[in-house]
C-alpha cells in the first residue's frame, strides 16, 4: 500500500467547525494529491502537490486548502466545513514518473 | 474540459460468466489508462494498465483493450468469481506538464451472482 496513511481515518464535526486532514506517506513521492469520493461521481481532484510548498487546484478546490511542508506530509483543511463535505477523502502519491498513483485508505467525514 | 465517461454503472452477472465495462476519453494528449479496484471501504487499488503503444495486455483473468483512434478502451473480465464484486474505476492520464494527474470515470458497480 505504498505507506500512505490517513488521519483520523472517521470524523464527525458540525457545520462551521474548521477540520483538518492528514496524509502522510514513506515513500519519498513527489506528487501528492486530495480526492473525494461521492456515489456517482467517482473520485474527484480537490487539490494536489508537485513538490513541498507546491500546489494547485483541482476540480473541486472551493472551500478547501492544503499545505506541504515536508515531502511526507500533505494536510487539507476545510475552513468552514459544511453539510456538502461530507465524503471519503482519500490522499494518493504518485513518484515514478509513471501516472501509478498509491491510494491511503480514507477518511470518513461527516459534517451534520 | 477533458472527461472520461464508463458504462455500465451497474453490471450484474452470473459467476463463471464474462463481464466487460467501456470507458471513452476526450483528452487526445492521453497515453496511460489504469483500471482500479475498489472493493467495499477499502481504498482504490490498480489491476492493470495499458500505454498508448499497445493495443491489448492481459493478466490472468482480466485484459484491457485500447482503441486510441476511436478514444475508448475497456476492461474484460472472463471466469467470474465472487471476489471480483467490487467497484472498478477506468482513468486517463491528462497531457503533458499535468503533473500525474488522472482524470476518472464515475465508477462501475460490478455484482457476480451467484
Known amino acids: 500500500d505504498a505507506g500512505i496513511t490517513q488521519s483520523p481515518r472517521h470524523k464527525v464535526t458540525e457545520t462551521g467547525t474548521p477540520v483538518t486532514l492528514r496524509c502522510h506517506q514513506t515513500?519519498?513521492?513527489?506528487?501528492m494529491y486530495w480526492y473525494r469520493q461521492d456515489p456517482g461521481h467517482g473520485l474527484r481532484l480537490i487539490h494536489y502537490?508537485?513538490?513541498?510548498?507546491?500546489?494547485d487546484k483541482g476540480e473541486v478546490s472551493d472551500g478547501y486548502s492544503v499545505s506541504r511542508s515536508k515531502t511526507e506530509d500533505f494536510l487539507l483543511t476545510l475552513e468552514s466545513a459544511t453539510s456538502s463535505q461530507t465524503s471519503v477523502y482519500f490522499c494518493?502519491?504518485?513518484?515514478?514518473?509513471?501516472?501509478?498513483?498509491?491510494f491511503g485508505p480514507g477518511t470518513r467525514l461527516t459534517v451534520t | 474540459g477533458e472527461n472520461v465517461e464508463q458504462h455500465p454503472s451497474t453490471l450484474s452477472v452470473q459467476e463463471g460468466d464474462s463481464a466487460v465495462i467501456k470507458c471513452t476519453y476526450s483528452?487526445?494528449?492521453?497515453?496511460?489508462f489504469p483500471w482500479y479496484k475498489q472493493e467495499l471501504g477499502k481504498r482504490p487499488q490498480l489491476i492493470i494498465d495499458?500505454?498508448?503503444n499497445v493495443g491489448e495486455k492481459k493478466d490472468q483473468r482480466i485484459a484491457v483493450t485500447l482503441n486510441k483512434t476511436a478514444k475508448h478502451f475497456s476492461l474484460h473480465i472472463t471466469e467470474t468469481q465472487p471476489e471480483d464484486s467490487a467497484v472498478y474505476f477506468c482513468?486517463?492520464?491528462?497531457?503533458?506538464?499535468?503533473?500525474?494527474?488522472?482524470?476518472w470515470g464515475a465508477g462501475t458497480k460490478l455484482i457476480i451472482k451467484p
Open positions: 494518493a502519491t504518485e513518484g515514478r514518473g509513471t501516472y501509478e498513483q498509491y
Open positions: 515513500e519519498n513521492h513527489r506528487y
Open positions: 502537490s508537485y513538490g513541498v510548498k507546491d500546489t
Open positions: 483528452d487526445s494528449a492521453s497515453n496511460y
Open positions: 495499458i500505454r498508448s
Open positions: 482513468a486517463a492520464s491528462r497531457g503533458m506538464d499535468s503533473n500525474y494527474q488522472l482524470i
